[in-house]
């Protein structure tokens, strides 16, 4: 059963347009999050046909086989052009993970299991769950399957008052299972499972047997709704992440931190804050975004620390011919200094209020936050331009033969980035007093007014250059000097995106294979490099302002010539890199 449920979930996520026959009207409004691909929109960029002719597609249909009959992905039972979900639901008392999966016949399902008779009756619908475990189940009827996953939750079982509802022995000393972590709170593991299989039939006979009225569903959900996007193929939705995560540090193993993690973050947590994400395989590109939606307060705060943009003079250093990519970062260190203390104190709410307020006072009086921002103002820009071998001394022993030692110098070859990060500073007084200083330790030496850093465990040294309010730091003292002095050639589409993110990742990927392409000694290695070589296009990463209370990552990546779409795309990507 096992390559059953990998062959299920790899196929439950997919989604449709919502209507009133969706699978989503099965999903609580106050569910935590949700994931879907749509399925309608995959089998048109790829079909079920086509697929099975993949290196995939012929070990999926190899497990859908049974004796002497052969069964393809389309007589599987599944519906797979129609709607699937995954779904996370946390209560007080236990965590669901739940995925419905739409079926078109039945009986063609029920014929993938090998030990048919291992099938039984949940609620009054066929079901298959191991009964060593009891902590997974699949349920399904002629309209849909349910893989059913819970764990119940540690905290609200060493509650006395609930363990004399179940049965269970009294804890004497609360107060130190909560300060110091959580006892084995059930008499046995098999305990645990039937209290969490109880559990789990009763959302069986909720989900299967007791219709959702349309405004307890997630339909009825305006968050979600709004976050839905119809030409996506796959997409996520997440509700409210403080009270997930608060979710997930409640059942972890945190110990003594608890109190302080789990009852601090959650208690002074701000508003929703949501998070969206949507996936899109075109015919041109791939795209991929996901999107941070804050309350008014955390969007105030985070619109002042990212309210700064990239120095534009670090463009001058841009030679796009040159590099293997670049990475920028762009914060207002006063406002992060300011607003950071603040984001602590909300975060951790009535916990500790006197010890935050104290520790956000001392902060306050001991950064100069204007003139902290002044000496870094907070934004970078880091290129990477190749990778070199270099000999590197090292020190090791060496034994005699009545194991007396002596320490002796020995060189191997390390592969060393050439690399150069730009910093910007409106007063870079202090920074050259600490180089100053590491000179007096014997760390620093100035030679024609750049500084040289060579310590025992960096492989390479460092170059720092200060000059005109730049900071240019690297390993190559020539380029560290020189890189603002010669003809540059940045495009447009670069210049408007680093100015405009508050944080950007380009890999021009060719040029990396190519490297790659050149370190590489195995035959097997080479002809994958080739193929990616000849079949990859730039990778671009960028992180939006915040605007309207927004936040977005995006991802592109244009495709090669000769592939229909994103989804064609990829497959025949890892069928090559699976060879």
């Known amino acids: 059963m096992n390559k059953l449920y990998l062959l299920t979930t790899s196929i439950l996520l997919s989604i449709t347009p919502l209507n009133a026959q969706d699978l989503a009207n099965k999903i609580p409004k106050e569910v935590n999050a949700v994931v879907s691909i749509k399925g309608g929109n995959l089998t048109e960029l790829f079909s079920i046909q086509d697929f099975g002719k993949t290196v995939f597609g012929k070990k999926i249909e190899k497990e859908l086989s049974r004796k002497e009959k052969s069964k393809t992905l389309l007589e599987s039972g599944i519906d797979i052009a129609s709607t699937g979900y995954y779904f996370y639901e946390a209560t007080d008392s236990i965590q669901y993970h739940c995925a419905l999966v739409p079926i078109k016949n039945s ?94 039939t009763d959302k069986i006979d909720q989900i299967f047997n007791t219709p959702l009225p349309s405004k307890e569903s997630i339909l009825s959900n305006r968050d979600y709704l709004k976050a839905q996007n119809k030409n996506a193929e796959i997409s ?36 929703n804050q949501d998070i969206s994400g949507h996936m899109f395989l075109e015919e041109k590109e791939i795209k991929a975004n996901i999107t941070y939606h804050m309350d008014k307060e955390m969007g105030g705060r985070m619109k002042k620390i990212y309210s700064n943009s990239l120095n534009k003079k670090f463009l001058n250093y841009i030679n796009e ?13 006063e406002e992060f200094l300011t607003e950071y203390p603040k984001m602590i104190q909300n975060t951790l709410g009535d916990l500790y209020k006197t010890e935050t307020d104290i520790l956000a006072d001392l902060l306050s009086i001991v950064l100069d936050e204007k003139a902290i921002g002044k000496v870094i103002k907070g934004d970078a820009l880091f290129l990477m331009y190749d ?120 890999i021009n990927t060719q040029e990396i294979v190519k490297v790659a392409k050149a370190y590489n000694s195995r035959k097997k290695t080479e002809r994958k490099l080739e193929y990616l070589f000849n079949n990859v296009e730039d990778i671009q990463l960028t992180t939006s302002k915040v605007k309207n209370n927004k936040m977005s990552i995006d991802l592109k990546m244009e495709l090669p010539t000769g592939h229909k779409n994103g989804l064609q795309y990829l497959i025949t990507l890892l069928e090559e890199m699976n060879k």
Request: glycine fraction near 4%.
């Open 387 to 506: 990778l070199n071998d270099k000999e590197v001394a090292y020190k090791t022993y060496e034994y005699d033969e009545e194991y007396n030692y002596k320490e002796i110098e020995k060189t191997r070859t390390e592969t060393i980035p050439d690399f150069l990060l730009l910093l910007s500073s409106g007063d870079t007084d202090l920074i050259k007093k600490i180089f100053d200083y590491g000179q007096e330790k014997g760390i620093v030496s100035l030679e024609n007014g750049v500084y040289r850093i060579k310590y025992k465990t960096l492989p390479t040294e460092i170059y720092v250059n200060i000059n005109q309010e730049i900071i240019t730091i690297g390993n190559n003292k020539e380029r560290v000097i020189k890189n603002n002095t010669i003809n540059k050639k940045v495009s447009k589409k670069h210049k408007q995106i680093l100015q405009n993110s508050s944080s950007s990742i380009f």
């Open 321 to 333: 011919e040159e590099i293997l990519g670049y990475a920028s970062y762009v914060i207002n260190t």
């Open 236 to 271: 996520i939705w997440v509700s409210d992440i403080m009270k997930v995560y608060s979710n997930i540090l409640k059942e972890s193993n945190i110990h003594r931190y608890s109190a302080l993690l789990l009852n601090g973050i959650y208690s002074g947590k701000y508003g």
């Open 107 to 200: 009986n063609q399902f029920e014929s993938l299991f090998s030990r048919p008779e291992k099938i039984t009756t949940i609620k009054g619908q066929k079901a298959f769950y191991k009964k060593y475990d009891k902590t997974s189940i699949m349920v399904w009827n002629d309209k849909m399957m349910l893989f059913i996953n819970g764990k119940v939750s540690k905290s609200y079982f060493s509650n006395n008052k609930v363990r004399k509802q179940y049965d269970l022995p009294i804890i004497e000393n609360e107060n130190h299972l909560h300060k110091y972590g959580y006892y084995d709170i059930f008499e046995s593991r098999s305990q645990e499972k039937d209290i969490t299989f109880q559990y789990l």
